[in-house]
Structure formats: C-alpha cells, structure tokens
C-alpha cells in the first residue's frame, strides 16, 4: 500500500532550526510534485511549500519565504522541508502530500502523510 511518513518534528526553541522528511513507501514518486502543509490548533490548512517532480522548480508560501527550503531526492523517495529561524507562530501540525502538479491548493495533492509535530518555544 502506497503512503507517506513525515519525520524530523519536535521541540525546538524560536530561531532554531528543523528538517523535516517525508518518505513514499510502496512506490516511486518521482514523477509526483510534492508539497509541504501545516495546521496549527483551531485553523485553517496552510500551505507552505511544494516542489516539482523534477525538483527544478519551487514555490513557497509567504510564511516559509527566505526561512524554510524544500528539497527531494528521488533516489531515495524522499522530500525535505529544511526549516530556519524557526517562530513561536511556526508551531503546527506539518503534512507532506503528494500531487500531479505544483500548487498550493490542497486539493490537488491526492496522497497525505500523517504528519508530524513541530513546536517552537518563546
């Protein structure tokens, strides 16, 4: 059965850093876009970032833009979200999530990981 397992969230203090890892299990996903989501307690979905199949093209979310950088080694069916200058507002549930095309709408990533915790302490 096809699937993704996030990795790498955890407790880290505002300005500190994270990466977050994101492996397809059952098969390759290199001809997939992949995209990274978060959801904090009582809002919305957020997108954060997303990359290309290839990975030659990349896209952010204003909240991610000149902090955090997504990355891929198709090699390894892996997706990384590298996370910087990490902020209390950062905290949330992150998703990673599969799709046909790079977008920032979640409704075209059609596989989703079952997500991991970051939280940044004040």
């Known amino acids: 059965q096809v699937h993704l397992v996030e990795s790498g969230g955890g407790l880290v203090q505002a300005g500190g850093s994270l990466r977050l890892s994101c492996v397809a299990v059952?098969?390759?996903?290199?001809?997939?876009?992949m995209g990274w989501f978060r959801q904090a307690p009582g809002k919305e979905r957020e997108f954060v970032a997303a990359?290309?199949?290839?990975?030659?093209?990349?896209y952010y979310g204003d909240s991610a833009k000149g902090r955090f950088t997504i990355s891929r080694d198709n090699a390894r069916n892996t997706a990384y979200l590298q996370m910087n200058s990490l902020k209390p507002e950062d905290t949330a549930v992150y998703y990673c999530?599969?799709?046909?095309?790079?977008?920032?709408?979640?409704?075209?990533?059609?596989?989703w990981g079952q997500g991991t915790q970051v939280t940044v302490a004040s």
């Open positions: 999530a599969e799709g046909a095309g790079l977008g920032y709408l979640a409704q075209n990533y059609n596989l």
């Open positions: 059952g098969r390759t996903f290199s001809t997939y876009a």
């Open positions: 990359i290309s199949w290839s990975g030659t093209s990349t």
